[in-house]
């Protein structure tokens, strides 16, 4: 079965300080695919970053970085410095190495920055 | 511009009379999907295609239709709307292959009274 669990429903950070949005999930696949995406306000889904099974390097882009660990079935993301754009419900996702038409989307993290 | 194209981006109705979301994109997608969003369940999936005239069930297919005609486009049919499916609805299309991102369209929030 997959299944992602966002334990975090919600968050509360005042600006510049920094936050991880954890996201645990569970597959048989051998190979499989991690996402975040990223919902603002506006209520549109933004794409942030796709992360395959077998490539556990850890990713920065800006503010922004992942952390993937197999052995915890963890893709955690931590934002430093945070702004209040920041704001917005987070998604982490998994798609699998057969079913791949499908995405299984975690219950989402709404952070909340304040200034 | 590559998008997906949600129209209406609201709709309030009423129990049982029928409704139709479209999904249309440019993106020359195979793969095309339906999702609707719940507080505190994140997306669930409905529908998806993975071709022209492909189409099979998601995770929660009951109550909905969908067909695929064309490549671009992929609606969402309501024969008889119920207030359980007042939720916000996604379409999202994705090009073939595990290792790539679903593009989303702007989202529907319907509401059915």
């Known amino acids: 079965a997959q299944k992602v669990t966002q334990a975090q429903t919600e968050i509360s950070v005042v600006e510049k300080e920094d936050v991880t949005l954890d996201c645990v999930y569970e597959?048989?696949?051998?190979?499989?695919?991690l996402f975040w995406y990223k919902q603002p306000p506006s209520g549109e889904l933004v794409f942030l970053i796709r992360?395959?099974?077998?490539?556990?390097q850890n990713e920065i882009s800006g503010r922004y970085s992942w952390n993937f660990q197999k052995s915890t079935s963890s893709f955690n993301f931590t934002i430093t410095a945070s702004q209040v754009v920041d704001s917005a419900v987070y998604f982490c996702?998994?798609?699998?190495?057969?079913?791949?038409?499908?995405?299984?989307f975690g219950s989402g993290t709404k952070l909340n920055v304040k200034p | 511009e590559a998008q997906v194209t949600q129209n209406p981006r609201y709709l309030i109705t009423v129990t049982g009379k029928k409704l139709t979301v479209t999904c249309s994109q440019n993106m020359n997608h195979e793969y095309m999907s339906w999702y609707r969003q719940d507080p505190g369940l994140g997306l669930r999936q409905i529908y998806y295609?993975?071709?022209?005239?492909?189409?099979d069930k998601g995770d929660v297919p009951e109550g909905y239709k969908v067909s695929r005609k064309e490549k671009r486009n992929f609606p969402l049919i309501l024969e008889s709307p119920s207030p359980n499916q007042t939720s916000l609805y996604f379409c999202?299309?994705?090009?073939?292959?595990?290792?790539?991102?679903?593009?989303f369209g702007q989202g529907t929030r319907l509401t059915v009274v």
């Open positions: 597959t048989r696949d051998t190979t499989y695919y």
């Open positions: 999202a299309s994705r090009p073939p292959g595990p290792n790539t991102e679903a593009f």
């Open positions: 992360r395959n099974s077998f490539d556990e």
């Open positions: 996702a998994l798609s699998g190495e057969y079913n791949f038409n499908k995405f299984y």
């Open positions: 295609s993975m071709n022209v005239e492909v189409t």
